[in-house]
């Protein structure tokens, strides 16, 4: 539970470094995610799944 905790922790991190670093450039894309069709958003998502578990993956192992 505890590198959970660590993970979310990170999470928050670094989005608080965009946030609060790039207000203006989160916020074009933000703006551009919006005209993004769901299919391609929904592969990025997937990708982004699969990098993450295979690079805990490989940091556990």
């Known amino acids: 539970m505890s590198e959970f905790l660590i993970?979310?922790?990170?999470?928050f991190v670094i989005e608080g470094f965009f946030?609060?670093?790039?207000?203006?450039?989160v916020k074009r894309l933000a703006s551009q995610v919006v005209e993004l069709p769901e299919s391609t958003l929904r592969s990025v998502g997937?990708?982004?799944m699969v990098a993450g578990v295979c690079l805990i993956w490989?940091?556990?192992?």
């Not at 490989?58 to 192992?61: A, C, L």
């Open 7 to 11: 993970a979310l922790g990170l999470v």
């Open 46 to 48: 997937l990708v982004a």
């Open 58 to 61: 490989f940091v556990k192992g």
């Open 19 to 25: 946030y609060g670093g790039m207000p203006s450039a």
